[in-house]
């Protein structure tokens, strides 16, 4: 699975109509779709389709046709999403009616052209399922445990120092499993 980390935009116009597509990140989806109805009140539709994972782990998916034929807009755009293994990324499509009709075939052509040519030109990132834990374990050992997080990609968000070191760190779990596999030989952690 891959996301976006940016913004991201693309036009493109079929028949005099405009298709401005816009993707972001899942969690900025709602203030950027009322910023563009603000920056263009004379668009005549604002498609909104968007894929992200749940506190379950859960693919959570919606599309909305926002007034254009059922099944010709939302729908292939969250098609495009979903064939791209895109998460936690929304499209939105800003259309202006250039006074040709395209047809329900020719509106699914313009809405998956549109979410790929977008697609094409982002920088996509490798989504990795990543977990937090807390680990304690002797002072003498703080050189040793930065080390080894360093060489598993281990990230250290968090370090407090009280009786013992306390770490708190984020990686996918099989990082995290090789990394506790390899100090549980030299260091005794309590996490």
Request: hydrophobic share 35%; charged share 25%; aromatic share 12%.
């Amino acid at each position: 699975m891959k996301y976006v980390n940016g913004i991201n935009s693309k036009i493109l116009e079929i028949k005099q109509s405009k298709f401005i597509t816009y993707l972001v990140p899942y969690p900025l989806c709602k203030d950027t779709l009322a910023s563009l109805k603000e920056q263009h009140p004379k668009a005549r539709h604002f498609i909104v389709a968007y894929r992200y994972l749940n506190e379950f782990n859960q693919v959570v998916e919606y599309s909305t046709d926002d007034g254009e034929p059922k099944g010709t807009s939302g729908k292939p755009t969250l098609m495009v999403l979903q064939g791209a293994d895109i998460i936690n990324s929304a499209i939105i499509t800003v259309r202006y009616f250039g006074g040709t009709k395209l047809g329900t075939g020719g509106l699914v052509r313009a809405y998956s052209d549109a979410t790929n040519l977008v697609l094409s030109d982002a920088e996509l990132f490798l989504y990795k399922d990543e977990i937090i834990k807390t680990i304690i374990f002797d002072y003498k050992n703080i050189g040793r445990v930065e080390y080894e997080c360093l060489l598993y990609e281990v990230e250290i968000l968090k370090k407090e120092f009280t009786h013992k070191a306390i770490f708190e760190i984020k990686s996918t779990n099989e990082n995290l499993d090789k990394l506790f596999e390899k100090l549980s030989r030299k260091i005794k952690i309590y996490s």
